[in-house]
């Protein structure tokens, strides 16, 4: 039955390519924290942590709670079927006499042991954890002792208490202690287990973000008495999944027949601010914990597609499903009944002969690292983290350099070498993007390898299987820039290949899907070849930097205007730099949260709800904005990323420095950690002021001008418009006001009327339609 499980469709001789695939065309190099259509607002936030800080896992914890609001429960039988392929009612499995001394063994620690640091309560874990096995031929994978060794190689130094690794890398003898003195990474792990010695609270509350502090005030009593009928509670929420006692069931929302919790005023359209990482001795605290290690696990570790966990508090056990689209708990399992033991070790054994891809590792993947002991050495040479240099940054990736990766190619594969680690999202719930610089596997080219001398990367993520690739608009742009349109090549991502693997019947995406219909957001695993294209720090001057700019908003219009696109993520990682003949070009790359012009009226709200939070427009923060998503929308977009680049940053190639006193006001630091409710009221007050000078650092003072003059057409666009309502809402006539320009206030013409001169200086307009325009504009 293990076997079965193939996360991401077919092994490697059935692959399929997308439908329509072209196979030319520029790249991705970098991304920032995203927002997509049905993530409910989760997203990732990669750019809030800076390689120069040093955090505690609270400070990175807290930004868990959008990817921990929308968690759901299913009964235990429910969710081993859906998240392991396993039917437990098939499994003939019978408990072993030596197993069941090993569970008794653990329930005797449990009961003897006086807090989690007892010295044999993980042993004794571990021991139970590794006795479980159909046999020696079917372990892959091996239970240690992690704590107290931190995994290495995320923002933080995060301690958990037992991991798993496949079996080739560490001897049993050593799985009672730490066996890796600090060199295993994230990548290392297959699984981990989270233990307790609370009395069974932290894992016999239900899940579900916002209601967790009620019960707990709600049912204070009932709480301190767990220990005496965590038996009875925990069967019940196993076979019923409903709340466990009479105290909290009038109080947590259901969750019959997993259900996502719902909470009220917690709306995904709504504006929300960031709290602070809740209580660690809390059940909402442990799963946060649980949750950091599922991040770092799919933002650190090996490319994974979902990762399982296990929570463990003395007799109880809860068993959590983590993907790109949701957090799935289990029911409650008691260790302390015959019936549960088994339903466990069945679950155990099961995922102990798993292959890879059935514990989320992308298929086609061959690391090193995964199997040779020799690898846990990567550890060692990766940088320590101390109060002087902060923690590691791109460095941190880099044990995966050297990893082969295969996919699908024309008639056959084709195999990259892996390189660098270019970029890599942060999160739970989202894309999981990760850009990687790749060399071709030349192995399969027979010496005639048609990408020799090309600079590549990989970009692989997992997009909602709805959504339009970011080839089928590059084939639109490309088929009409033609003749005096040709010029827009040069400002858009060249792709060589593109290819997506779906998840088959077989895995529990697919099962999670059916189950939950509309709530969960089927994805697909998509990759592509691009060209490597140059970040903006790679300029030197001020003047490329505004160039770079101009270039961008005549590419975005000749989108807008002629294949009809409308990108709808302009941020800084988005605006790249390609060098052709000595000069230097803007290209607006990542065209994945794109869509059609004329899809825009239609469809909910969240919709259109999507880009980059620190660059978004001020309307989309709010809760009463509708949509849809207007091209005035993405210029707004990117008057904030020339604002908080030329006002955080000394130079476009410098890391942004903090503030050392609190007379250095960098006001827009924070909008790389706030959410809604901060970033409406902070770009609401910028585009509204009435005389409004931006904090302009000295390498970039030029842009100082460009600034107040956008922001004047921006804030006289929102005057009229806010005229405009309010004859509406008096019943008086009005005439017809243009959204898309707030009234010709703020429109490609003032824009670009602003941004073609620089220091006096004229730039360059590319093609002979915004060469004929400026003609007939008057600057501002």
């Not at 079917?138 to 239970?143: G, M, P």
């Not at 292959?355 to 060692?380: H, Q, W």
């Amino acid at each position: 039955m293990s076997e079965q499980v193939l996360p991401l469709g077919n092994r490697i001789p059935n692959l399929k390519t997308s439908e329509k695939v072209q196979h030319q065309a520029t790249s991705d190099t970098t991304a920032l924290r995203k927002v997509t259509p049905q993530s409910k607002k989760s997203e990732s936030y990669g750019n809030v942590f800076r390689a120069e800080v040093k955090y505690t896992v609270d400070e990175v914890n807290k930004y868990l709670e959008q990817d921990l609001l929308g968690a759901r429960i299913l009964p235990t039988e429910q969710w081993a079927h859906d998240g392991l392929n396993l039917d437990l009612n098939k499994d003939d499995y019978q408990l072993p006499s030596h197993v069941r001394d090993k569970f008794a063994s653990y329930l005797k620690v449990v009961g003897e042991a006086k807090n989690e640091r007892d010295e044999h309560l993980y042993p004794a874990l571990v021991d139970l954890l590794n006795s479980i096995s159909d046999g020696e031929q079917n372990e892959r994978i091996i239970f240690y002792k992690q704590d107290a060794v931190p995994v290495r190689g995320s923002h933080v130094m995060q301690i958990p208490d037992i991991g798993a690794v496949f079996q080739g890398l560490i001897k049993k003898e050593d799985t009672s202690h730490p066996p890796t003195s600090g060199r295993i990474v994230w990548g290392h792990l297959c699984t981990i287990v989270e233990g307790k010695l609370e009395g069974g609270k932290m894992v016999l509350a239900e899940c579900g973000f916002f209601h967790f502090s009620s019960v707990l005030s709600a049912s204070k009593n009932s709480i301190s008495n767990l220990d005496e009928d965590t038996s009875d509670r925990a069967s019940k929420t196993r076979r019923t999944n409903t709340s466990q006692t009479s105290t909290t069931e009038s109080r947590v929302p259901s969750t019959e027949g997993g259900a996502p919790v719902s909470v009220p005023g917690a709306e995904d359209a709504g504006p929300h601010k960031v709290k602070p990482a809740p209580p660690r001795a809390t059940p909402l605290g442990a799963r946060t914990q649980v949750a950091g290690y599922a991040r770092d696990v799919l933002s650190h570790g090996v490319l994974r597609s979902h990762v399982i966990m296990f929570l463990v508090d003395s007799k109880l056990v809860r068993s959590i499903f983590y993907d790109r689209s949701a957090i799935v708990e289990s029911g409650v399992l008691n260790l302390n009944e015959p019936e549960d033991q088994l339903i466990f070790a069945k679950m155990i054994k099961h995922m102990r002969a798993m292959p890879a891809e059935g514990l989320g590792i992308v298929p086609n993947l061959d690391a090193l690292f995964m199997k040779d002991p020799k690898s846990l050495k990567l550890g060692e040479a990766m940088p320590q983290y101390t109060a002087a240099d902060g923690p590691p940054s791109k460095d941190l990736f880099e044990w995966l350099e050297g990893s082969l990766f295969t996919f699908a190619y024309k008639d056959g594969t084709r195999t990259v070498r892996l390189k660098r680690v270019l970029f890599r999202s942060n999160g739970i719930i989202g894309r999981g993007t990760i850009v990687v610089r790749v060399e071709c596997n030349c192995d399969h080219c027979d010496g005639h390898c048609d990408w020799y001398g090309k600079k590549l990367i990989l970009k692989l993520s997992f997009p909602s299987k709805t959504r339009v690739s970011e080839q089928t608009f590059m084939d639109r742009c490309k088929a009409l820039a033609q003749g005096d349109h040709a010029w827009v090549l040069n400002h858009l991502p060249h792709i060589y290949w593109t290819f997506d693997v779906c998840f088959d019947i077989n895995t529990p995406q697919a099962k999670f899907k059916e189950r939950f219909k509309d709530d969960y957001e089927m994805r697909l695993m998509r990759g592509s070849i691009q060209e490597e294209l140059e970040p903006l720090s790679s300029l030197e001057t001020s003047k490329d930097c505004a160039q770079v700019f101009y270039d961008v908003v005549q590419c975005h219009h000749w989108a807008w205007k002629y294949p009809k696109i409308l990108h709808r993520d302009i941020s800084q990682g988005n605006i790249m730099v390609r060098e052709k003949d000595g000069e230097k070009y803007g290209v607006l790359n990542d065209w994945d949260l794109s869509s059609w012009v004329n899809e825009q009226r239609d469809g909910p709200t969240s919709k259109f709800r999507t880009g980059t939070k620190p660059y978004m427009a001020h309307e989309q923060h709010s809760h009463d904005w509708q949509g849809p998503h207007r091209f005035r929308h993405d210029l707004e977009s990117l008057f904030y990323v020339i604002l908080l680049l030329v006002c955080l940053y000394p130079s476009p190639s410098a890391k942004y420095t903090a503030p050392m006193s609190p007379a250095q006001d960098f006001e827009y630091e924070e909008w790389h950690k706030q959410d809604d409710s901060f970033l409406v009221s902070k770009k609401f007050h910028v585009v509204n002021a009435p005389e409004w000078t931006p904090p302009v650092l000295p390498f970039f003072l030029g842009f100082t001008m460009w600034l107040i003059n956008l922001q004047r057409t921006l804030r006289y666009g929102f005057i009229a418009l806010g005229k405009h309502r309010d004859f509406l809402r008096l019943g008086k006539q009005s005439k017809a006001f243009d959204q898309d320009t707030l009234n010709n206030h703020f429109s490609y013409e003032t824009v670009v009327s602003t941004m073609h001169r620089f220091s006096e200086e004229e730039l360059k307009t590319r093609g002979s339609e915004w060469q004929e325009i400026l003609l007939r504009l008057q600057p501002i």
